[in-house]
């Protein structure tokens, strides 16, 4: 049983350009989280995803991010016109429908913006 | 705002010995407490988790204490190993909704 895939793992643009990360939950898990994490520094919430539906985005910046989680595919984390501030580990983490346990992580994606 | 505040220092242990982690949370409608272990270059893995009704929980190895009290959390790790060196964050959820709040995180290096 395959974990959270999310790829890129890394991934470098430059200024303005956009950045589009992926993750495939595990099987099973309709609940997708994305969280960002500078260098020594902890995990801030972004966002969290059911199927087709975003349960809370709390954590998102107001501009230039976005998330989804399509019926079909993966979730998409998008960032336009990426600024160095941009730069850090996103990651995502699943869960089953109903679960209050654990979140389960995938490796992260790592953005680096010139 | 709900926050569980934990600096990052650095916790260096010998070999063998034993580790404690601590936490700090400040929301009191947490229910669920969990403790995480992140490598260099990789994801946050589970360690073990508590909840609200509990005060110990123990797993191979590691114990987590819960002081509702005090908002209190801490991760005792017994007989260190080298493999245990790592950042380990604690995180929290409110009964109301299912993301998880992390802590800053403290760094283990577990000296030879």
């Known amino acids: 049983n395959a974990g959270v895939m999310q790829n890129p793992r890394h991934l470098v643009r430059r200024r303005g350009q956009e950045a589009r990360l992926r993750c495939s939950p595990m099987k099973g898990h309709s609940h997708v989280y994305w969280y960002r994490q500078l260098p020594e520094e902890g995990l801030k919430f972004m966002v969290y995803l059911q199927k087709e539906n975003i349960i809370d985005e709390s954590g998102m910046p107001k501009e230039r991010f976005s998330a989804e989680f399509p019926k079909e595919g993966p979730s998409i984390l998008r960032i336009q016109q990426v600024v160095r501030g941009d730069s850090a580990a996103y990651f995502c983490?699943?869960?089953?429908?109903?679960?209050?346990?654990?979140?389960?992580f995938g490796e992260g994606s790592r953005l680096t913006v010139l | 705002g709900e926050s569980v505040g934990l600096h990052l220092p650095t916790l260096s242990v010998q070999e063998g010995d034993n580790s404690i982690i601590n936490c700090a949370y400040s929301?009191?409608?947490?229910?669920?407490f969990i403790w995480y272990k992140q490598e260099s270059g990789k994801g946050p893995q589970f360690i073990i988790d508590?909840?609200?009704?509990?005060d110990k929980r123990q797993g191979q190895r590691v114990t987590v204490l819960l002081n509702k009290t005090v908002k209190h959390l801490s991760l005792q790790i017994a007989a260190t190993q080298p493999g245990d060196s790592a950042v380990y964050f604690c995180?929290?959820?409110?009964?109301?909704?299912?993301?998880?709040?992390f802590g800053g995180g403290t760094r283990v290096l577990v000296k030879p």
């Open positions: 983490a699943s869960s089953p429908q109903g679960s209050t346990g654990e979140l389960f």
């Open positions: 995180a929290e959820r409110v009964a109301a909704g299912n993301k998880l709040t």
């Open positions: 508590i909840r609200s009704n509990m």
């Open positions: 929301n009191s409608a947490s229910d669920y």
